[in-house]
């Protein structure tokens, strides 16, 4: 069974950093992406980044790119959520996804964790 746990969300002032952790277990595919989603109150669910399995390739929300950065260790099933210069349009649920097939769709989302709250205060 695939599991997805987020963790590192939490609290912090605008201009702050945080970085978000997935441990991913229980999937054998050979190929697969890790991504993160956002879901603000009242917004759809957006896309934040993707990797994928060989964790050579990364994939950045245009309007994040220079302030999210995406990596992955393999050995210890982990992939890394850095965030820098968080404003407060950061503020979201951050979600863990895995899709077996392709990045950057909700439709075709695979596995989903359960969420890690990030609040950025002004």
């Known amino acids: 069974q695939v599991q997805l746990v987020e963790s590192g969300g939490g609290l912090v002032q605008a201009g702050g950093s945080l970085r978000l952790s997935c441990e991913a277990s229980?999937?054998?595919?050979?190929?697969?992406?890790m991504e993160w989603f956002r879901q603000s109150p009242g917004k759809e669910r957006e896309f934040v980044a993707a990797?994928?399995?060989?964790?050579?390739?990364?994939y950045t929300a245009v309007s994040l790119k220079g302030r999210f950065t995406l990596s992955r260790d393999n050995a210890k099933n982990m992939v890394y959520l850095q965030m820098n210069s968080l404003q407060p349009e950061d503020t979201a649920v951050y979600y863990c996804?895995?899709?077996?097939?392709?990045?950057?769709?909700?439709?075709?989302?695979?596995?989903w964790g359960q969420g890690t709250q990030v609040t950025v205060s002004s």
């Open positions: 996804a895995l899709d077996k097939t392709t990045w950057g769709r909700l439709p075709s989302i695979n596995y």
């Open positions: 990797i994928n399995w060989r964790g050579d390739t990364t």
């Open positions: 229980g999937y054998t595919f050979s190929t697969y992406y």
